[in-house]
């Protein structure tokens, strides 16, 4: 049974960056998409981006467009988000999820995220 | 840009009970990419439903979804104990998207 673990909490300050990890225990980033989502305090689920490692190109939503990146290593099945020009309003949990995919040809195939990491609570202060 | 939107905010029920939650998108999700979590305090989301009526792997019977296009609903027949969380549909793909979320409280 796929397992993503994340980092440990971090506390940043304002203008700083952040690296978050997520390493699948118990199985490898074959077939999968994965997502980083944080919820900030009291708030709701926001997608700040994904990757399929196998495939290795990311995608961002637009909000975070020049200041996160995703990437993934393979051989160690571990992904990263770096969020970089912290501000108040990232404190937030990070948590990375995966979504099993079928790719056919040009044409992937998406099923929701079923597994979860446990989340990393990132704080930003000055 | 699509916006999916949770309604109620707060469902406010007994146990035993049955919640009816809408998700309502404003624009047609394709190929039923709906899915449903739950969330509970300091806890991370747990998929429920995936292809809008997909129940997800050891899911009870009780949660169950509908619906296609722009309009979807999340089920629960008879509220237990566990159930009272918060709620989250999502356009899941290539672009995730979620929805703001209900709560389903303890009446």
């Known amino acids: 049974q796929v397992q993503l673990v994340q980092s440990g909490a971090e506390v940043k300050k304002t203008g700083s960056s952040v690296r978050v990890s997520c390493k699948a225990s118990?199985?490898?980033?074959?077939?999968?998409?994965l997502s980083w989502v944080r919820q900030a305090p009291g708030d709701g689920l926001e997608w700040m981006g994904g990757?399929?490692?196998?495939?290795?190109?990311?995608k961002y939503a637009q909000k975070f467009q020049g200041r996160v990146t995703i990437t993934a290593d393979k051989s160690t099945s571990t992904a990263y988000m770096e969020l970089s020009s912290l501000r108040s309003e990232d404190t937030a949990v990070y948590y990375c999820a995966r979504d099993p995919v079928t790719i056919l040809g040009t044409s992937i195939y998406y099923n929701g995220m079923d597994v979860w990491g446990q989340g990393t609570t990132v704080i930003v202060s000055s | 840009e699509i916006v999916l939107t949770q309604s109620p905010g707060t469902l406010s029920l007994s146990p035993g009970g049955r919640a009816t939650l809408s998700c309502r998108a404003s624009q047609s999700i394709s190929d039923s990419y709906l899915a449903w979590y739950q969330q509970k305090p300091g806890q991370a989301p747990r998929l429920l439903i995936y292809?809008?009526?997909i129940r997800a792997t050891g899911i009870p019977d009780r949660f169950s979804g509908s619906g296609s296009e722009t309009d979807f609903t999340l089920t629960i027949s008879r509220l237990e104990p566990e159930d009272f969380a918060v709620y989250y549909c999502q356009r899941y793909g290539s672009s995730p998207l979620f929805g703001g979320g209900t709560k389903v409280e303890i009446k």
């Open positions: 292809g809008a009526s």
């Open positions: 990757i399929i490692p196998i495939l290795g190109t990311p």
């Open positions: 118990g199985g490898s980033f074959s077939n999968f998409a």
